[in-house]
């Protein structure tokens, strides 16, 4: 079993950034490949990147390439998603997701485990 606690999240101007978190419980964190993933009102969960065990191979949604970074840290069980220059349309709650094993995935049916979720909501 996998916990995974997001924070980070809050409301920003259109043009600023944050940074989410996700810390994994457990000591296998390093053999889980990490994703997050959004969710809008009303619209379905969407990709927003993700990053292999290792974190040499990286992923993102189109949407957020060139402005958003995911990486991770093994040694403190953590993801991370630094998000720059928002958008009013990058409000979402953004969840984190581990998968067993892989690489970079951009299905959340391939992920086994996820967290209860941060708001981010964007201003115009």
């Known amino acids: 079993q996998v916990q995974l606690v997001e924070s980070g999240g809050g409301l920003v101007q259109a043009g600023g950034s944050l940074r989410l978190s996700c810390a994994a419980s457990?000591?296998?964190?390093?053999?889980?490949?990490m994703g997050w993933f959004r969710q809008a009102p009303g619209k379905e969960r969407d990709f927003v990147a993700s990053?292999?065990?290792?974190?040499?191979?990286?992923d993102y949604a189109d949407s957020v390439k060139g402005r958003f970074t995911i990486s991770r840290d093994n040694a403190k069980n953590t993801v991370y998603l630094q998000m720059n220059s928002l958008k009013p349309e990058d409000t979402a709650v953004y969840y984190c997701?581990?998968?067993?094993?892989?690489?970079?995935?951009?299905?959340?049916?391939?992920?086994?485990?996820w967290g209860q979720g941060t708001q981010v909501t964007v201003s115009s």
């Open positions: 457990g000591r296998t964190f390093r053999y889980y490949s």
């Open positions: 990053i292999s065990m290792s974190g040499r191979s990286l």
């Open positions: 997701a581990a998968r067993w094993g892989g690489s970079a995935d951009s299905y959340g049916q391939n992920y086994d485990y």
